[in-house]
């Protein structure tokens, strides 16, 4: 590991305070564009801050996600002595083009990698075994210089951005879980990155062999409602681009939605709408059949900003419903659970 900055580009890298020992990671991110460009979602032992030096103590778990590629998500162990299990899914989807979610679960006798909801690969084998140490959970954005893995690389590319718009921390509690495989999850923390908590994460100023890119705290970007990961000359650092367009080139901003709260509820329930530019937005409520139930907004126009909605079941039955939002290019849904 290297300090300072030598390198061409630079890059950005966010990663928590605290170490787990296993768990479910999960996030909702959009990769950056370019060949030659990673970005990534993945576990790492900090052995250098535990006071240790070589690759004897090496554990990783990785996404990693390629500009070279429009259809792959690439998975990867590390263990001990660096030796590494890669593995590449091919999905029916452009990764640079929409978010998704990307989720490890990681236990003492599997690992398992979700994409969408799907497992996407799982893993048994003795290197499970041997991922037992403590971790972080990092994101970053990086240029290789491993042609033959991440792609010929163009500067003119530059700058290129990886979006994430949360980040869920889930503890492993066998048994007694509500969440991922067989319940065996439960949520701890959700961060929607509406800012920059320092209690919980720490931006890098580093680089390593094989990083064309050191990592500077003002590429990591905390914009929009996003985190924004940015890869960028030393000259251009920081994001840059048009808040009506993810990137400057990519699929519009339209509008973010939090977490219904409280959920259960009685008797209303609330959440808000983050809005980057004024937006006609219709809002409705729906049953589990997918009837419109009622009508919060009709065509509404909300001002830039952030608002709270608010709904309150007249006389609905107790039950699951949804609430959608719409402004004619995405539309969200939100289930909630009405309880009297």
Known sequence: MSVGYSEPYRGGELRTDQSFQYGRFETRM????????VNSFFLYRDYWAEGLNGSEHWNEIDIELLGRY???????????NMWDLPDQTVVSFNPKENFHNYAIEWTPTY?????DDMLIRYINNFYVDSLYHHQKL???????????????FDESTLPSYAFYDWVKYYAYVPGTGNAGTNNNFIELWKDDFDDYDRDRWSKASHSFDGNNADFTYANVEFEYGYMILCLTTPGDTGYNGDPLNIGGYLNPITFKIGSPYPNPFNPSVNLDLHIPHDRRMDIGVFDILGNEIDIISDHRVYPRGTHTIHWSPKHHASGVYYIRLTDGMDSQFKKIMFIK
């Open 70 to 80: 429009d259809n792959r998500v690439t998975t990867n162990l590390i263990i001990q």
């Open 111 to 115: 690992i398992a990698f979700f994409v």
């Open 30 to 37: 959009k990769a950056a564009p370019g060949s030659g460009v």
């Open 138 to 152: 990092m994101m970053n954005i990086w240029q290789p210089t491993a042609v033959n893995w991440a792609g010929s």
